[in-house]
């Protein structure tokens, strides 16, 4: 099946330092992927569409300058968490649509702000 | 209500025994569902994705839908202790991005040895 890779997989930072994260396609282009956000026993949270060759669209709530998001190319959108802060802290996953139906998940990047 | 949802459970079942999952949608969502497992730790896989009413089985796994009564369930026939995970449902918004998906709060399953 289709196969999308996010990187890194684990991160700990100290708050107040950005980090990113990338998500790709490996095997398809997607002109569309969708960054979520999930807590300890939570369930999924749309935070963005992110959209190649334009601007992401956030979820109502979500800061759109905290969490930036840039589709450069068909295959390639990063996340930043600028200005981390300890209740940033969660597993972020990053999926791509495959044709008009099915969505494919990245492994999940986990991350820690001290 | 929210948009779709589920039991969250826990749920448990005996080794061998059928585990049923439920879930809801509003009519908000469209007729497009999915069934993803998720293991702690991990990101969500897809299992099956089901569009028509009536049931789609898939080796041990049969999803149904019932459009009438916004309805769509994911039966698991010989449970194995491996599928303990918590099962995600998912449907395609009626409006919004095309290919948006709204998850449900998922439903902890655990198959007993």
């Known amino acids: 099946g289709a196969v999308v890779s996010q990187h890194p997989s684990r991160v700990i930072c100290k708050s107040g330092t950005s980090v990113k994260i990338e998500c790709r396609s490996l095997?398809?282009?997607?002109?569309?992927m969708f960054w979520y956000r999930q807590f300890p026993k939570k369930s999924l949270m749309l935070m963005a569409t992110?959209?190649?060759?334009?601007?992401?669209?956030?979820e109502q709530g979500v800061e759109k300058d905290k969490f930036l998001i840039n589709h450069a190319s068909l295959t390639l959108s990063t996340l930043t968490v600028t200005s981390a802060h300890p209740e940033d802290s969660s597993f972020y996953i990053c999926?791509?649509?495959?044709?008009?139906?099915?969505?494919?998940f990245g492994p999940g990047t986990r991350l820690l702000v001290l | 209500q929210k948009e779709v949802e589920q039991n969250s459970g826990p749920l448990s079942v005996p080794e061998g025994a059928i585990a049923s999952l439920n879930c809801t949608y509003s009519?908000?969502?469209?007729?497009?569902f999915f069934w993803y497992r998720q293991y702690s730790g991990k990101s969500p896989e897809l299992i099956m994705s089901?569009?028509?009413?009536g049931d789609k089985e898939d080796g041990r796994f049969t999803a149904q839908l019932n459009k009438a009564s916004q309805y769509v369930s994911l039966l698991i026939r010989d449970s194995q202790p491996s599928d303990s995970a918590t099962y995600l449902c998912?449907?395609?918004?009626?409006?919004?991005?095309?290919?948006?998906?709204?998850f449900g709060s998922g439903t902890q399953l655990t198959v007993l040895p």
């Open positions: 998912a449907g395609r918004l009626s409006s919004g991005s095309a290919r948006q998906l709204t």
């Open positions: 992110s959209n190649e060759g334009s601007k992401a669209t956030y």
């Open positions: 095997d398809f282009q997607a002109t569309t």
């Open positions: 089901i569009y028509s009413n």
């Open positions: 009519d908000r969502v469209s007729q497009s």
């Open positions: 999926s791509a649509p495959l044709g008009s139906e099915t969505q494919y």
